[in-house]
C-alpha cells in the first residue's frame, strides 16, 4: 500500500485545513487507517484514526470536537477536516495504515504498517 498525504499549509489560528490521505495498492484490505503529528525532537503523535470497513472512529482528548476524521471508500482517500487550530498544532502530519486485525492500540505509531510521507501543517498565532 502506498499513502499519499496532502492539505498541509500556513494558516491562522482559529483557521481550517482539510488533509487528505490517497491510498493506491492493496486498498481493499485496508483495516485501519488514522493520522498522526510529529515535531522535531518528539515521537509521533496520535491524532485520529477511522475503521475502514464500518467507519468508527477514535481521537485524541485534544483534538475532539476541532477534528474530524471520515474516509470515502470508492477514492480509497482517507481525510482529517481540522477546525479552530491553535499554534501548538503546528507539526507534521502523517497518514498511516494497517491492514489486518491484530492486537494493539489504533493509538500507537508503532501498531501501524505504510506511512505517507508527511505534510506540513503550520499555525501561526
Known amino acids: 500500500v502506498q499513502l499519499q498525504a496532502s492539505g498541509g499549509g500556513l494558516v491562522q489560528a482559529g483557521g481550517s485545513l482539510r488533509l487528505s490521505c490517497a491510498a493506491s495498492g492493496r486498498t481493499a484490505s485496508t483495516y485501519v487507517m488514522g493520522w498522526f503529528r510529529q515535531v522535531p525532537g518528539k515521537e509521533r503523535e496520535f491524532q485520529a484514526a477511522?475503521?475502514?470497513?464500518?467507519?468508527?472512529?477514535y481521537y485524541e482528548d485534544s483534538v475532539k470536537g476541532r477534528f474530524t476524521i471520515s474516509r470515502d471508500i470508492a477514492k480509497s482517500t482517507m481525510f482529517l477536516q481540522m477546525n479552530s487550530l491553535k499554534p501548538e498544532d503546528t507539526a507534521v502530519f502523517y497518514c498511516?495504515?494497517?491492514?489486518?486485525?491484530?492486537?494493539?492500540?489504533?493509538?500507537?505509531?508503532?501498531?501501524?504498517?505504510?506511512w505517507g510521507q508527511g505534510t506540513q501543517v503550520t499555525v501561526s498565532s
Open positions: 498511516a495504515a494497517t491492514l489486518e486485525p491484530k492486537s494493539g492500540s489504533v493509538t500507537n505509531w508503532k501498531w501501524y504498517n505504510y
Open positions: 477511522i475503521s475502514w470497513s464500518d467507519g468508527i472512529t
